[in-house]
């Protein structure tokens, strides 16, 4: 009786300890924010804008390579510039030629292989994208993530907690590819509207 009390005491401090440190890092009103997992996407590198050529795009063709079809990359790509841009979406399947194309291709896609608490390979994705007018690239940027597990990187535990009994979330690969594509979107639409600015 008393070495089942003493495992039940072991494994109930090891639990406070964590628990513990989850609020010490992060403190106690970021980890009842809720079910949110930070993603950080801020692994985003612009590699070339140019001003005058990207703010006279209008109508702009879409084309993903190389992505496996289970992310959904183009319909989650084609969502992001609708949502963060005001580009004229050209639709799927349009045998119409574009003058103006944005072309994302997956450098990197690797779907996470592990347990709750650590993995044997994180997911990880990598993304390039252009955007050319008349066959010249006006803005190109490159994309990549790779997921942290509780085994390599205790304090990304923080970002990984779910109230409410759902208790560590990992992404997959097709969450970190649409966090991916929603960031490239973002700075596409946020580089045009600074450079239509710029013009008036």
Avoid at 20 to 41: A, M, N
Avoid at 150 to 163: C, I, N, Y
């Amino acid at each position: 009786m008393k070495s089942t009390f003493l495992k039940i005491d072991a494994k109930l401090c090891a639990k406070l300890m964590l628990l513990c440190g989850v609020l010490i890092s992060q403190g106690c009103t970021t980890l009842l924010k809720g079910r949110e997992v930070s993603l950080r996407p801020e692994r985003l590198a612009i590699l070339e804008s140019h001003t005058e050529q990207l703010a006279s795009v209008k109508r702009l063709g879409v084309v993903v390579r190389k992505c496996p079809p289970s992310i959904g990359a183009e319909d989650a790509l084609r969502n992001a510039l609708g949502a963060a841009t005001n580009f004229e979406i050209v639709e799927a399947g349009s045998k119409e030629r574009q003058k103006d194309t944005l072309t994302v291709e997956c450098t990197t896609a690797v779907e996470r292989d592990g347990g709750a608490l650590g993995s044997n390979r994180p997911a990880a994705i990598g993304l390039l994208a252009n955007l050319a007018s008349s066959n010249e690239v006006v803005w190109s940027a490159r994309y990549f993530y790779r997921d942290k597990d509780v085994s390599s990187d205790v304090l990304a535990l923080k970002d990984r907690f779910e109230v409410g009994g759902g208790g560590v979330k990992f992404s997959s690969l097709t969450e970190l590819s649409h966090a991916g594509l929603n960031e490239i979107a973002t700075s596409l639409g946020a580089a045009r509207t600074e450079n239509m600015m710029q013009k008036r």
